[in-house]
């Protein structure tokens, strides 16, 4: 079974302009995580679509937004990049969000985002 | 709220036992922890349940204290490959699930 894939795997950016990058889960997970990872600040959650529905969202300012598709593969956009914006940003899936099931993610190998 | 990881760093010869530690001051659903080799992505270790559950690799072993909001991961028999950077994640009930706040890390590193 094919794992979580994500492009680009790098990218190098300038200051105020924007992003997309792209998640496509593993076949038949209909749930993606998005994390930003830095050593500052470690791994970050950023914001999780079920659905194609945005279930939870973490403390990150409007310049990130995120959607999903009816496929579960989902974008995630950075607008106005800032220096701070560079980190690996990390989707990971999950197959169901049932209450009382499990609910681990598996995470893709990330896209490294440099802003200059 | 992050949870917190103890140590920070584990030094270990191989065949070594470690012990990792995480703790939160919330009410927790689950905890989750992955291995994460510099580089590359965090790969899923074991998921801990609210009532006792758990699901991960035979060779890892896990414990979760719900009254206390913590969780330990047991390292027995350490190899090389054990070395890496260990996290946890816990995620909460109602509105956080789905949501996993991870921990610091602890950096495992495994001499030969």
């Known amino acids: 079974k094919a794992g979580v894939t994500q492009t680009p795997r790098y990218l190098i950016k300038t200051r105020g302009q924007q992003v997309t990058l792209s998640c496509s889960p593993i076949?038949?997970?209909?749930?993606v995580s998005w994390y930003q990872q830095t050593p500052g600040q470690g791994l970050q959650f950023l914001f999780e679509y079920f659905s194609e529905t945005q279930r939870n969202k973490g403390n990150f300012p409007g310049r990130f937004s995120g959607r999903q598709f009816s496929n579960s593969r989902s974008e995630m956009n950075v607008s106005t990049l800032e220096l701070g914006d560079s980190a690996l940003y990390l989707c990971a899936s999950s197959l169901d969000r049932s209450f009382l099931s499990y609910n681990e993610q598996f995470f893709g190998p990330g896209t490294r985002l440099t802003v200059l | 709220q992050q949870p917190v990881q103890s140590p920070q760093a584990v030094i270990l010869r191989e065949g070594e036992d470690a012990v990792i530690n995480c703790s939160s001051s919330k009410a927790l659903y689950s905890v989750h922890w992955y291995r994460q080799k510099h580089g590359e992505a965090p790969v899923f270790l074991m998921i801990?349940?609210?009532?006792?559950e758990q699901k991960g690799h035979e060779k890892i072993s896990a414990s979760f204290n719900e009254k206390k909001q913590q969780s330990s991961l047991y390292l027995t028999a350490s190899q090389l490959s054990y070395s890496g950077t260990y996290f946890c994640?816990?995620?909460?009930?109602?509105?956080?699930?789905?949501?996993?706040?991870f921990g610091q890390g602890t950096i495992l590193t495994v001499h030969p």
């Open positions: 994640g816990t995620e909460g009930g109602g509105t956080s699930y789905g949501k996993l706040t």
């Open positions: 076949s038949g997970h209909r749930s």
């Open positions: 801990l349940l609210k009532g006792g």
